[in-house]
């Protein structure tokens, strides 16, 4: 069973430059696990750009939905992040909160299950302003039961407030 470190916040609060720095301190080859789908040419771009960021130290893997088809045993992997990872599922499945939460939580249990230190990056994305369509409430209240269910499997949860990590368990 994996080790899980979950760490949330809100956008731009400084999550993935500390799981970064995190991971980078327990390991000298850390797992990049990314989950964003490229979208268009203009969001490859970026996916290419960060990829250049992050280093030679880093192995870099591109996976939108099925990341327990990897076998990381052993490895440190940081995922970034579990939004990105939920917009695949909400998409595919239409928009269907209640499929795509199963979807995502049968596949995030078969993840963790294989030894490896696991850093999970999510968004809290209530903390931001009550959404403005059916839509966007649908996928906020995807994305805070998913930060549950992950939160509850997790061994430690760090909230990134403006830079700064909180102890959250």
């Given at each position: 069973?994996?080790?899980?470190h979950?760490?949330?916040g809100?956008?731009?609060?400084?999550?993935?430059?500390?799981?970064?720095?995190?991971?980078?301190?327990?390991?000298?080859?850390?797992?990049?696990?990314?989950?964003?789908r490229?979208w268009?040419?203009?969001?490859?771009?970026?996916?290419?750009?960060?990829q250049?960021?992050r280093?030679?130290?880093?192995t870099n893997i591109?996976?939108?939905?099925?990341?327990?088809?990897?076998d990381?045993?052993?490895?440190?992997?940081?995922?970034?992040?579990v939004?990105?990872w939920l917009?695949?599922?909400?998409?595919?499945?239409?928009?269907?909160?209640?499929?795509s939460?199963?979807?995502?939580?049968?596949?995030?249990?078969?993840?963790?299950?294989?030894?490896?230190?696991?850093?999970?990056?999510?968004?809290?994305?209530?903390?931001?302003?009550h959404p403005t369509?059916?839509i966007q409430?649908?996928?906020?209240?995807?994305?805070?039961?998913?930060?549950?269910?992950?939160?509850?499997?997790?061994d430690?949860?760090t909230?990134?407030v403006s830079?700064?990590?909180m102890?959250?368990?």
């Amino acid at each position: 069973m994996a080790t899980v470190h979950f760490i949330t916040g809100g956008q731009r609060s400084g999550k993935s430059s500390y799981a970064q720095e995190l991971a980078l301190s327990l390991c000298s080859n850390p797992v990049y696990l990314a989950t964003s789908r490229i979208w268009d040419e203009g969001h490859r771009d970026r996916i290419l750009r960060h990829q250049r960021d992050r280093g030679s130290e880093w192995t870099n893997i591109e996976e939108e939905k099925e990341l327990s088809k990897h076998d990381l045993t052993g490895r440190v992997v940081l995922v970034d992040c579990v939004t990105l990872w939920l917009t695949n599922f909400f998409f595919d499945l239409k928009s269907d909160v209640d499929a795509s939460l199963e979807a995502a939580q049968l596949e995030f249990d078969r993840f963790i299950d294989q030894d490896a230190t696991l850093i999970i990056v999510s968004n809290e994305i209530g903390l931001g302003g009550h959404p403005t369509n059916e839509i966007q409430m649908k996928f906020t209240d995807l994305q805070g039961w998913m930060n549950q269910y992950i939160a509850k499997k997790s061994d430690q949860v760090t909230m990134m407030v403006s830079g700064i990590p909180m102890k959250v368990k």
